[in-house]
């Protein structure tokens, strides 16, 4: 062993820099107790389980995650958490034998199970209840459950426990990281919201998680994940440039995971998303797709990627929570900026506005400003800073409005967003429904407010099967635009006759 005088291990890497040290330098021995003591100073907590054991730094953990999950462990407030209404909701489950009552009913570490509590957490919402065990039972998982309906805990949970069960991988002696989880999330928002979760499960365990995704800095990321990251979480199309820079490698990965996996596989990320499975070559995977809405196509695509999985869904699948009061304004597209800045007069709390474009949030941002409100708006064309910057500022209460594409319409979990407002409608009934749950979560009330115009058409079925569904209060105008869509949609046959298909699905 090459080391100094006192016999501690030196490097080699570094056996050169201190050859050529200057005679100012501190000795070599001082300068490693130094070393050692600002790292006792910033990191003196050791990890509580096996998994530090491999841990370069000794088992000492990194002392910037553990500083930012005690932040985050601060910041939650779970009081006015009501899961009363979720109780009596249907749960549709393939494989009956799957339930539990108290997170500690599964065979989770203390750590892990302290780490809850620490969160808050005093009982499994009912999705935790049933994908929790199908998971420990190591089986795939499509799981279709309302937003705010605390899906992320769902598959977090079980993939930490099973880490911490089954111990750290062999040492592999390749290059940068080989992760045993990944979860895969469509917007850099809410990887960074997945990523601040997970390092709460993981607080003291000793499993390094980290998050990539565009935008930000990638040699930050990168030198990240050089040192070695357990679990990742990412937006596809940075994952997939650091997998062919060789910085990740998916040959060990246990645990996929796809958060909103019907957006993962439409269209726009569905290449993507094939290219990262099909890179994950451990025979023992395990899959977890989840959405609060999962329309067939996309259900046809996930089975491609699962074996024999279970199928979990609670309440009726793609509909919305009936904490959310739902209220449609009809408001031709000319009046919409005045309409909305009388209504903003009247309402409290953070206030979530969606729009379609890009442009549309910028200009009403500046209407709305010029019009003395506190406002922000967040849409792909913003700088990361800048989209992280106007997030932060809303969540605090700085800027208690936020224009918004859809951008901010999946997952993000926002306390006190207490009223969303459609200032155009959505495309899909599945984008209205991600929308409106960023309010009414985690059984607290929400309020929705659609403008509908001649530009809404295209979902005005859907939406009134959604309205009548969740016994929302419907409008006589709206009914009566309704029928008009319906008859207007209607296909005749060669005698004049509507096509029985159509009578059966209006
Ligand atoms: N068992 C629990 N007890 C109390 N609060 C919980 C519990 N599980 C989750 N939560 C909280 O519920 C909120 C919503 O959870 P989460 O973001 O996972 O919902 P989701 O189902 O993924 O929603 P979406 O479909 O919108 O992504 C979070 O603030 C989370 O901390």
Known sequence: MDGTKTGKYIPPHKRAQLANASPSDPPVASKFEKFLQNRNDSASVKAESSWGRRDRRNGFLDSEDLQQAELLFQQEKHEGVDFESYEDMPVEISESSFSMTNFSDCEAHPTLL????????????????????????????????????????????????????????????????????????????????????????????????????????????????????????????????????????????????????????????????????????????????????????AQDLAVQFMKNYIFLSIGKAGSTTVNIIQTLYKVEEPDKKLFLHEKLQNLQGLVLIFVEMKRTADNLEDYLIGRGHRCASIHGDKDQPQREKVLRDFKSGKTPILVATDVAARGLDIPNVTNVINFDTPNSIEDYVHRIGRTGRVGKEGLAISFISEKSKPIIKDLYSLLLETKQDLPDWFDEMYQKTVITNRRFDYRGRPYRNNWNRN
């Open 114 to 297: 302290a780490n809850v509590r620490k969160m808050g957490y005093e009982n499994p919402t009912p999705v935790q209840k049933y994908a929790i065990p199908c998971l420990f039972a190591r089986r795939d998982l499509m799981v279709c459950a309302q937003t705010g309906s605390g899906k992320t805990a769902s598959y977090l949970f079980p993939m930490v426990a099973k880490m911490l069960n089954d111990g750290p991988p062999a040492p592999h002696g390749g290059r940068g990281s080989y992760p045993l989880g990944f979860v895969l999330a469509p917007t850099r928002e809410l990887s960074i919201q997945i990523h601040e979760e997970a390092l709460k499960f993981c607080y003291k365990t000793g499993i390094k998680v980290a998050v990539v995704y565009g935008g930000a800095d990638p040699r930050t990321q990168s030198k990240e994940l050089e040192r070695g990251v357990d679990i990742i979480v990412a937006t596809p199309g940075r994952l997939i440039d650091f997998i062919n820079r060789g910085k990740v490698n998916l040959s060990l990965t246990k645990y996929l995971i796809l958060d909103e996996a019907d957006r993962m596989l439409d269209m726009g990320f569905e290449p993507q998303i094939r290219t990262i499975l099909e890179s994950t070559t451990n025979p023992g995977k395990e899959t977890v797709m989840c959405s609060a809405t999962f329309p067939q196509p």
